[in-house]
């Protein structure tokens, strides 16, 4: 008979396995920016910096205050730790993780090979070239290899033949992310970077998905196929696959979850063995909108009732809650959200919006406005000003005054 968890301690698991609920670290340095990467997986990464870039969010909702540029640290140098590649999105992961997405790398190359209108099909002497630029002068970022021959094309992001040549590169494994520099990613070839130990480790897609699945799991406590599927954006047939061989191992436990099926029913997830099954959770943070915890949104309503949309392509007349909106999690859910927008240059920090969810407890003004004083901190911002935006708004701004 398969043993019930009960939603609350879903959530609680969910929220233990991604690094809530632990007293934050005396200090925070490379070591403790290190393990929460290597606990999460992944870091993703946003260009959008209205209020921080998605990817330095997270450390700070778990940790606390820190200093970014010991997280750049981690992806930059010689021998970095993390790297960069397509596994939700563009994120930055440990590199020993690399060689599990070699599948993915000829899975890129094989679609492209196949199809006669790819760009790479009649730009092959551009790849050539570029390939041969990175090994003439090493790790390189695309505006620094461009020159007066290329123009810029095409009405979003106006990527050059370099970008769109070095991009390609990337994603087949060709070139490597060799850190970034001003946001920009600067790329290299994979010997300018990796260990030829790391180089050589072949790993085939099956050992390669049953090793993500699993992260996956420990990542996230407890997940359906889907949410273990998501994490790296694996497909449903071989994500299936792999849960079945790690259940066999021992490794993940068949569990259902009232209210997680379909129309209300119990629904089928797996719990990974290691998983913490705390009896209470008190977290205090607010999340980056491409946080794991809420970044998928079918999860974020199945765990916490939560319904997230991010508004940021949404003209501006039609956006319900604000522009750049983060999640608040207190305690063991989410009650709320913010509309946070960093100004810089006067020093601000500045609360478009806040709102409240259904059923926020009565102190959610007190601890979110402590929540904002230490993210003010960490931006190194003076002041705090609330728009009386929200149903949250006239409660924060009384606290924060």
């Keep these: 008979m398969l043993q019930t968890i009960s939603p609350a301690l879903a959530r609680r698991v969910a929220l233990a ?60 140098g010689a021998a ?52 041969g630029e990175l090994a003439a002068n090493g790790p390189m970022r695309a505006s620094a290899i461009e020159h007066d021959a290329n123009t810029r094309t095409g009405p979003w992001w106006g990527w050059s033949d370099v970008k769109i040549g070095l991009e390609t590169l990337f994603r087949w494994g060709d070139v490597v992310s060799g850190g970034r520099e001003r946001f920009e990613r600067v790329y290299a070839l994979p010997e300018r970077v990796f260990s030829t130990a790391l180089l050589d480790r072949e790993v085939s897609a099956a050992d390669a998905h049953r090793s993500l699945v699993a992260q996956a799991a420990r990542a996230h406590g407890i997940g ?51 998983a913490r099954l705390p009896r209470r959770m008190d977290a205090a943070a607010v999340l980056s909108p491409f946080d794991p915890v809420v970044w998928e949104r079918a999860r974020a309503l199945r765990l916490f009732g939560f319904h997230y949309r991010i508004e940021i392509y949404t003209p501006k007349e039609q956006r319900k809650f604000g522009y750049y909106v983060l999640p608040v999690l207190l305690g063991d859910t989410v009650v709320g959200r913010v509309d946070l927008k960093n100004d ?56 924060l005054a």
């Design 80 to 131: 970095p730790r993390l790297t960069e590649y397509w596994v939700h999105e563009a994120s930055l992961i440990p590199v020993d993780d690399w060689p599990l997405f070699r599948w993915r790398m000829q899975a890129y190359r094989e679609k492209a090979a196949a199809d006669d209108a790819h760009w790479s099909r009649d730009n092959a002497p551009m790849l050539a070239w570029l390939l």
């Design 344 to 399: 810089r240059q006067a020093g601000v920090l500045r609360v478009q919006a806040s709102w409240a969810e259904p059923g926020a407890p009565a102190d959610t003004a007190a601890r979110l406005a402590e929540v904002l004083r230490s993210t003010a901190a960490w931006q190194g911002l003076a002041e705090i000003e609330v728009v009386p935006r929200g149903t949250l708004a006239a409660g924060l701004a009384a606290e």
């Design 224 to 274: 359906t196929v889907s949410d273990l599927a998501d994490y790296f954006r694996l497909r449903t047939e071989p994500t299936r696959a792999a849960i079945a061989e790690l259940e066999d191992a021992g490794e993940l436990i068949a569990v259902q979850v009232p209210g997680w099926g379909r129309g209300g029913t119990p629904g089928a997830a797996w719990l990974h063995r290691d």
């Design 17 to 76: 396995a991604q690094g809530f609920g632990k007293p934050a670290p005396a200090a925070v340095g490379i070591r403790q920016l290190g393990a929460l990467v290597e606990r999460l997986g992944l870091l993703q990464i946003d260009s959008v910096n209205v209020f921080e870039r998605s990817h330095y969010v997270p450390a700070f909702s778990r940790l606390g205050p820190y200093d970014k540029a010991q997280l750049d640290r981690l992806s930059a």
